[in-house]
């Protein structure tokens, strides 16, 4: 899979799997949403502590991302025809976006045009920007004859 098909697969994804590292080095992986933004040559991902319920206001992966940046997801796509499956992976930095900044109002500009939900009601946390330095991907081959089916 080349690095359009990708970028592609990420920007439309509904949801992926995210993972932090917690302070005793363990991986952290929850699912989340988030929305796909490129600037220039920059690709990031933003997510937003939204109202759906939570144990506590202070998620362990943002607690996570202030004792060690690093984060990767991954979304995929999953089809019994095993033909069709594929998957892509973003690794970066985390880091919490200043809520008063112009990038903060363009990625809840950016969630609320990927999720109604957002639109209806932004998100009343704090949201984080994933500055996106690597991105990987792999999608079953067809076998010959069978065409294209990605």
Same mark, same amino acid.
């Given at each position: 899979m080349d690095r359009g098909e990708a970028i592609a697969r990420l920007r439309s994804a509904r949801v992926g799997r995210l993972a932090t590292v917690t302070a005793d080095a363990r991986p952290h992986v929850?699912?989340?949403?988030? &929305? @796909?933004?490129?600037?220039?040559?920059?690709? @990031?991902?933003? /997510? &937003?502590?939204?109202?759906?319920?939570?144990? !506590?206001?202070? @998620?362990?992966? @943002?607690?996570?991302?202030?004792?060690?940046? &690093? &984060?990767?997801?991954?979304?995929?796509?999953?089809?019994?025809? /095993?033909?069709?499956? /594929? /998957?892509?992976?973003? !690794?970066?930095?985390?880091?919490?976006?200043?809520d008063a900044s112009s990038e903060h109002a363009a990625a809840l500009d950016a969630l609320a045009s990927k999720y109604q939900q957002y639109a209806s009601e932004p998100p009343p946390g704090p949201v984080v920007a994933i500055d996106i330095d690597r991105i990987s991907g792999w999608r079953a081959e067809p076998k010959p004859g069978l065409g294209d089916r990605s």
């Open positions: 929850v699912p989340f949403v988030f &929305a @796909l933004v490129e600037r220039d040559r920059d690709v @990031l991902a933003y /997510w &937003a502590v939204d109202r759906k319920p939570k144990r !506590s206001e202070r @998620l362990q992966r @943002l607690r996570n991302l202030e004792g060690n940046p &690093a &984060a990767e997801f991954v979304v995929d796509g999953y089809d019994e025809d /095993w033909r069709a499956l /594929w /998957w892509v992976r973003a !690794s970066g930095t985390g880091r919490v976006v200043d």
